[in-house]
């Protein structure tokens, strides 16, 4: 068996950062390629979301398993003030590997890296997984795993696809267009005023990324707030130390 893992969603200052995991045999590879499984980057919304469906139709008969972990704006704001994102995508990438674990033997793990140290984050990510009474047969992390490695592509597209849909939805809730999240989307641009008017940013942002506090700054008179533990927040003083 071999689990690959990717995530979507790293550089938006709106919505959730969401990992992908999916197991199924490695002889199976030759599948996910006839479906046109492929780093979902170079597919187009609509043919994601056909392969997505194929992947979970298929899956059923095969046994395949795949999931889909949603780091919020809130976990993400808490994490920065604290150990960091790429932590906080080593806790989700074990998160989701553990919810795909087979109960047959151990599986290789392909990962599509998330620290500029490949090695490092396999390593951490291994880690996670040994704390958990998880060891895997091998782990393979690398940058742009996604476009070498098939059971990776296919992670790939259950997370784009996961975080396209939240963000949809979201924008249907509000009634606002808000484009990818992207801070350079025309459409994130224009929805951001919308959801800073009250007195604190709307709780689907995250507060604490440098677009965000621009944002709120063009608006209000004070600094933008920071997120507490608890969930509700407190003003940014001069002493805090500056978002990421």
Known sequence: ?????DEAGR?????????????APEDDAELL????????????????????TNLRTMGEDRGWAMTTVELTPPRIDLAL?????????????VEAISE????????????????????????????GLRARGLDPAGVA???????????VGAASIL????????VKALSEELGIALGSGYPSDPATKNA??????????????????????????????????VRSERGSFRQRSLFDPPSS
Do not use: Y
Not at 84 to 93: C, D, K, P, Q, Y
Not at 101 to 109: D, E, G, M, T
């Open 81 to 93: 003030a604290g150990a960091g994102l790429n932590h906080l995508e080593i806790e989700g990438f």
């Open 1 to 5: 068996m071999r689990i690959g893992v």
């Open 192 to 225: 951001l005023p919308h959801l800073l008017q009250g007195p604190e940013p709307h709780p689907d942002l995250r507060w604490s990324w440098a677009t965000i506090e621009r944002a709120w700054s063009s608006i209000h008179p004070g600094p933008v707030p």
């Open 159 to 166: 997370a784009k696809t996961a975080r396209d849909a939240s």
């Open 141 to 151: 992390s690398k940058h742009g795993m996604d476009d070498h490695d098939l059971h």
């Open 11 to 23: 550089g938006p200052c709106l919505g959730p950062l969401v990992i992908g995991a999916f197991c």
């Open 100 to 127: 795909v674990w087979p109960s047959s033997n151990p599986p290789l793990v392909s990962l599509d890296a998330c620290d500029v140290d490949e090695d490092r984050f396999g390593r951490r990510v291994a880690n």
């Open 33 to 52: 390629r006839d479906i046109g499984v492929r780093d979902s980057k170079r597919l187009t919304a609509l043919r994601r979301a056909a392969i997505a």
